[in-house]
């Protein structure tokens, strides 16, 4: 069955550093892939998708392109702000169509 | 109004107690679900309304009750809970059942429950 590897945190940063947090699934056909953040003390919330491949999501300055090749699906910022500071949850849908939910990346931005 | 709304946020209740769960929402979506979330970890799926119909079951215990009233509401019935039950209870929805084919969840903020 369809399978995602999210790299484990925590990751801390300083403000303004580069991001990168790797996703890496398993998956039959081409599945749309998702990246969902959770602030502290909030529920999950949708950042980006990409439902092909090649296609790139973007929102809040974060980007990540779905890569069939390397079956990847990597989160990445140029910039982090402390505001970033947050879970981050790579996941992709079983033949079910429910979402199989990678370990989450807790990410810390320090000022 | 894209929000999905659960009360209470806090929940403290005894093993022997019944309590309820509630959530809301009002994007006319016919997808519903509860997700139990522990402490750093990933949501874990519990139950999936789908037309107001139970569609999933992940073999959840007994002592969790799901309810659809109707298309804007789904309940959580506690009762006979274990400390090992206490987490975040997340409800979600999605305009439609299938949610992971291409679709987005909208997630409350979540009902942190504590059994004692």
């Known amino acids: 069955g369809n399978s995602v590897t999210q790299m484990e945190g925590p990751v801390t940063l300083s403000e303004e550093a580069f991001l990168t947090i790797n996703c890496t699934y398993t998956?039959?056909?081409?599945?749309?892939l998702f990246w969902y953040v959770q602030y502290p003390g909030e529920g999950l919330q949708l950042l980006l998708k990409a439902t092909k491949a090649d296609d790139k999501g973007s929102n809040k300055g974060f980007e990540a392109t779905y890569r069939k090749e390397t079956t990847s699906f990597h989160l990445e910022k140029g910039s982090v702000q402390v505001s970033d500071s947050a879970v981050y949850f790579c996941a992709l849908p079983d033949s079910n169509y429910q979402l199989i939910w990678g370990a989450g990346t807790k990410l810390i931005i320090k000022p | 109004d894209t929000e999905v709304t659960q009360t209470p946020k806090h929940l403290v209740m005894g093993m022997t107690n019944k309590k309820s769960l509630k959530c809301e929402q009002h994007?006319?979506?016919?997808?519903m679900y509860w997700y139990k979330q522990k402490a750093k970890k990933p949501p874990e799926l519990m139950f999936v309304?789908?037309?107001?119909?139970?569609?999933i079951n992940e073999s959840v215990p007994s002592r969790f009750s799901p309810e659809c009233p109707n298309s804007s509401l789904l309940n959580l019935h506690l009762h006979a809970l274990q400390p090992e039950d206490s987490a975040l209870y997340l409800c979600?929805?999605?305009?439609?059942?299938?949610?992971?084919?291409?679709?987005?969840?909208?997630f409350g903020e979540g009902s942190r429950l504590t059994v004692l």
């Open positions: 994007m006319g979506h016919r997808a």
């Open positions: 309304y789908s037309y107001e119909k139970l569609s």
């Open positions: 998956a039959t056909g081409y599945p749309s």
């Open positions: 979600a929805s999605s305009q439609l059942p299938g949610q992971g084919a291409g679709g987005e969840l909208f």
